[in-house]
């Protein structure tokens, strides 16, 4: 399943808990009784989380294409432009998630990096 599915999915799961009922006496009305009525509950949708790369002088510029292209998706040309950010400005977005999504990306990329002897750090932030 692909992250873009994975968020309608828990957007449905979401919006179908949403409805509830609410239950209302009536001490003022000649028929005692309860009223049943159909309200939206006041929930916040969730929270959704940035994964964001950051820069550092050692991590091989075509290492950070890699972890791009492999765990966010993208295609080559938006990984180079997404890295040359990163490498300019400090930071840079790799995509935006739900929380559980987001810490298993900020996982493997700090895994995959580690496991190849390089300091690349990888965060994820509420948006
Ligand atoms: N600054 C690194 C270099 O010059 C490249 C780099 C880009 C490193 C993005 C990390 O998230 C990063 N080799």
Redesign the pocket.
């Known amino acids: 399943m692909t992250g873009k599915q994975q968020l309608i999915r828990s957007n449905l799961r979401h919006r179908k808990r949403s409805l509830r009922l609410k239950i209302t006496a009536m001490p003022n009305s000649n028929s005692p009784g309860l009223v049943l009525e159909k309200q939206e509950a006041k929930t916040k949708p969730p929270p959704m989380y940035q994964v964001v790369?950051?820069?550092?002088?050692?991590?091989?510029?075509e290492f950070?294409i890699l972890v791009l292209q492999k765990f966010f998706k993208m295609g080559r040309e938006k990984a180079t432009h997404v890295?040359?950010k990163?490498?300019r400005e400090g930071?840079?977005i790799c995509g935006l998630f739900p929380r559980d999504i987001a810490a298993t990306k900020v996982e493997q990329v700090c895994s995959f990096a580690r496991q190849h002897q390089h300091p690349?750090?990888c965060v994820m932030e509420e948006a």
């Open positions: 790369l950051l820069n550092d002088d050692y991590t091989p510029m950070v890295m040359l990163v490498h930071k840079g690349l750090q």
